[in-house]
Nanobody, 121 residues
Framework: QVQLVESGGGQVQAGGSLRLSCAAS????????MGWYRQAPGNQRDMVAT???????NYADSVKGRFTISRDNAKNIVYLQMNNLKPEDTAVYYC???????????????WGQGTQVTVSA
């Protein structure tokens, strides 16, 4: 019912910037919270940043002051602006969306396919 497609990953030098985009389709009007998660080899998938339907945001301590999450005016694209990138930011980044279905009501989550971010010294 909700599909997510990420883009914008790539290779960048430490201190550089990248902007990730996640386009949502389907029942986008049902989406409440969207977010970015990342997973490095051998690690679990961790929350990076989330943004609510009211544009309230939450960030992992490791990215505060460097990353900014935002949504476009139509609420169907979420961005992650990543500045001052560090090698430890290297991971596959996944877009996430929480959304609601009704009759009967359910709360579900959708995930994108992931986009690779590699930061070199």
């Amino acid at each position: 019912q909700v599909q997510l497609v990420e883009s914008g990953g790539g290779q960048v030098q430490a201190g550089g910037s990248l902007r990730l985009s996640c386009a949502a389709s389907g029942r986008t009007f049902s989406i409440n919270t969207m977010g970015w998660y990342r997973q490095a080899p051998g690690n679990q998938r961790d929350m990076v940043a989330t943004i609510g339907s009211d544009d309230s945001t939450n960030y992992a301590d490791s990215v505060k002051g460097r990353f900014t999450i935002s949504r476009d005016n139509a609420k169907n694209i979420v961005y992650l602006q990543m500045n001052n990138l560090k090698p430890e930011d290297t991971a596959v980044y996944y877009c996430n969306a929480g959304y609601n279905l009704y009759y009967p009501s359910r709360h579900l989550e959708a995930w994108g396919q992931g986009t690779q971010v590699t930061v070199s010294a």
